[in-house]
């Protein structure tokens, strides 16, 4: 059974910091590729960040001018963990966060497995 568990949400102030972790097991991490995604109600998913099965390559471009420079996404294979270190968090990164996991490549918003999401409220 496959299995991706988000965690590390949370509530934080303008210009504060995250850090999500996305659990998985019940696949073979290291050949998955892997991202990030949000959603506000209302508003289709989108996603934030993302990377490839290696961990060590990125797409093209890996994440929105949106988030650009404050986010980082990181893979850890030894671990089957996926980060997302989020920082100068502003109100419209409010959302809930989900990470995503599919062995074709690159990961969009078809991809086949999801965890169940992580709250991240940014306000003053």
């Known amino acids: 059974q496959v299995q991706l568990v988000e965690s590390g949400g949370g509530s934080v102030r303008p210009g504060g910091s995250l850090r999500l972790s996305c659990a998985a097991s019940?696949?073979?991490?290291?050949?998955?590729?892997m991202g990030w995604f949000r959603q506000v109600p209302g508003n289709e998913r989108e996603m934030v960040a993302s990377?490839?099965?290696?961990?060590?390559?990125?797409?093209?471009?890996p994440y929105p001018n949106s988030v650009k420079g404050r986010f980082t996404i990181n893979k850890d294979n030894a671990k089957n963990t996926l980060y997302l270190e989020m920082n100068s968090l502003k109100p419209e990164d409010t959302a809930m966060y989900y990470c995503?996991?599919?062995?074709?490549?690159?990961?969009?918003?078809?991809?086949?497995?999801w965890g169940q999401g992580t709250q991240v409220t940014v306000s003053s």
């Open positions: 995503a996991a599919d062995n074709r490549c690159p990961i969009s918003i078809g991809s086949r497995y």
């Open positions: 990377v490839y099965s290696d961990g060590d390559s990125n797409f093209a471009d």
């Open positions: 019940g696949i073979t991490y290291r050949s998955y590729c």
